[in-house]
């Protein structure tokens, strides 16, 4: 406050203004980062996590679709009534197809961003599928291929079976995870929205409280001023030149009571030369009149004596 003192009353002004918009725009900018962090979380959770979530239930699904398929086509080859061989063929392109769509799904999912907790489990996901295709699926295709039901029932019935919990086990894991990081993306945002929010309320609380404060000061300050400037020109305007002035600060309204003061101190030596004046005349007339009595006396004198000197 010291500080301000010494100020103009502009400056004080400019000031206060200078500090409110900082902190309006500090603010402004604190919002603004956390909606983008917000947004960029957002953003993170829905390409990263709800699509990813979503192809790798396309791939589930498929995965256990092609082995629905085989299963079935082969058992009913082997059953009683056989379908015709050509509805074999057209289930195994059906299953060619899908594998051909899991393909793209995992590229595409690869494409997002992974953790490194995530990267490890698609790699052991990409291994166990792989495993899966090689020593059961691809086999048990190129058996129905051939039409070879008896080979292709003992590749499901072994390693088709023993190949496909490891490939669901992996791809459950990696689902959990998709949720596991939502979750936490979700918990990270509502601690930012906390953090954002406490900090906002405080700014805006100091901020209001620090201006009201400053403002109080400045009214309170220049009210004074201008009063002793008002007290001291209405004992002017009476008369009373006896009034004391205590200047304060050097602002726009302590300049004008320096001057009003030094005015004062003009008028009181103009006074004291106007009235030293007076009394010098006064004195000047009580000679001329002591002197025209003086004057008058001889001149009675005078008169008389020669009167008596005619007589």
């Known amino acids: 406050m ?19 918009s900082v902190l309006l725009v500090g ?19 829905y390409e990263d996590r709800t699509v990813a979530l979503g192809q790798l239930a396309r791939i589930s699904m498929l995965v256990n679709q092609n082995q629905i398929t085989l299963s079935g086509v082969t058992a009913g080859q082997l059953s009683a009534f056989p379908d015709d ?39 052991e996901f990409d291994a166990n599928r792989r ?36 490939v669901q086990k992996s791809m459950e894991a990696l689902n959990q995870l998709q949720l596991d990081v939502a ?3 979700f918990e990270a945002s509502q601690a930012r929205y906390a953090l954002v929010r406490n900090v906002s309320i405080a700014a805006i609380v100091f901020g209001v409280l620090l201006a009201g404060l400053i403002g109080y000061w400045l009214i309170r300050m220049i009210s004074r001023s201008l009063n002793e400037a008002l007290r001291l020109a209405e004992s002017v305007a009476a008369g ?13 309204i302590g300049r004008l009571l320096q001057a009003l003061k030094n005015m004062n101190a003009s008028l009181v030596t103009i006074v004291g030369q106007v009235r030293h004046g007076t009394e010098t005349i006064a004195v ?10 003086d004057l008058s006396s001889r001149t009675e004198s005078q008169a008389s004596s020669l009167e008596e000197t005619a007589s």
């Open 284 to 293: 000047a007339s009580r000679e001329i009149a002591s002197g025209n009595a």
């Open 27 to 45: 603010i402004g900018i604190l919002g603004l980062t956390s909606l983008n962090s917000t947004n960029g979380a957002l953003k993170s959770v």
């Open 85 to 123: 061989v050509s509805v074999v063929d057209k289930k195994v392109e059906e299953v060619g197809t899908t594998i051909k769509e899991i393909e793209t799904l995992w590229k595409a999912y690869l494409g997002t961003y992974l953790t490194p907790a995530e990267k490890k489990l698609a790699d």
């Open 183 to 185: 979750k936490r993306e």
């Open 131 to 166: 495993t899966y295709g090689r020593t059961g699926m691809i086999p048990a295709i190129a058996a129905l291929h051939a039409h070879d039901f008896q080979q292709a029932s003992e590749l499901l019935q072994g390693p088709l079976t023993q190949a496909y919990p490891p």
């Open 2 to 20: 010291e500080m301000l003192a010494n100020l103009s009353i502009k400056s004080r002004l400019v000031f206060v203004i200078g500090f409110l």
């Open 240 to 252: 009373d030149l006896t009034q004391t002035i205590d200047v304060r600060s050097n602002d726009e």
